[in-house]
């Protein structure tokens, strides 16, 4: 059964090779139409002789051969609008790429998987005990959860401008996005609920995240739940 990722790539593929093919066409018959209209010249050259029925055959075969050059602009701006947009996705690929291998990243990632407690599930008392514990610390926790959770907001910033293709991104990213949310998203949540002059706060990397989990579920449903967080990992 082919991943998903593959599917999109044959898709693309495909819709590339449609518009190639249907160019092919409309070729073929302005070709076939200009032939035509050559090998009427003779005939043409003395309108006086024409029949009715000759006028109409001629008047449909100019309109062809102008809606296949039409039809041809067209697809020739089709196909380079579509160039354009996969040159501009390839370039937010490569930047987001970029930002995420960074050795900033990497490390600030390393730290949250490795040294950051996780935050335990159910009674409320404890989990705002064990958040405060972590933001109270001596600073370390605090920058490595901003440095993560910045990039992962700008992430999900660029997705809901639809600059990319989406779910192309959200299943790239559903890995990291998910594993680092299981550490810090209590932690976004609980800055949330305490500042209600902020509706926004991170709002766009609560969207990603909530996003990434739902791409992994739909493709991913027989995975094991269970996030492990093992310093032998990479």
């Known amino acids: 059964m082919a991943r998903p990722r593959d599917r999109a790539l044959h ?5 590339r090779r449609s518009i190639g093919a249907l160019m092919g066409i409309i070729i073929l018959v302005a070709i076939a139409s200009v032939v035509i209209l050559i090998a009427l010249a003779p005939t043409l050259l003395d309108a006086a ?21 039409a039809l041809g602009a067209g697809v020739t701006v ?9 040159s501009r996705n390839l370039g937010i690929y ?17 730290f949250v998987y490795q040294q950051l407690p996780t935050i335990p599930d159910g009674d409320t008392d404890a989990r705002d005990a064990a958040i405060r514990a972590i933001l109270d610390g001596d600073g370390e926790a605090r920058r490595n959860i901003k440095e993560v ?8 910033f660029l997705v809901e401008q639809d600059w990319v293709t989406s779910d192309d991104v959200i299943g ?3 890995p990291v996005v998910v594993k680092v949310w299981k550490k810090i998203g209590p932690i976004v949540e609980y800055e949330r609920s305490h500042r209600p002059e902020e509706p926004d706060y991170y709002l766009s990397a609560v969207n990603l ?3 990434c989990a ?3 579920d739909k493709n991913h449903p027989d995975r094991e739940r269970q996030i492990g967080f093992t310093q032998s990992r990479l």
């Open 214 to 216: 739902v791409w992994r």
């Open 172 to 174: 790239w990213l559903s």
């Open 149 to 156: 959770l910045n990039l992962i907001d700008y992430f999900g």
């Open 209 to 211: 995240a909530e996003k």
């Open 78 to 86: 089709l196909l380079q609008i579509s160039e354009a947009n996969d």
């Open 11 to 15: 898709l693309r593929f495909l819709k």
């Open 49 to 69: 002789s024409l029949t009715d029925q000759q006028w109409s055959g001629l008047s449909a075969l100019i309109s062809v051969i102008t809606l296949a050059f």
């Open 94 to 110: 490569r930047d987001i790429y970029e930002k995420m291998m960074c050795l900033e990243q990497i490390e600030a990632r390393r």
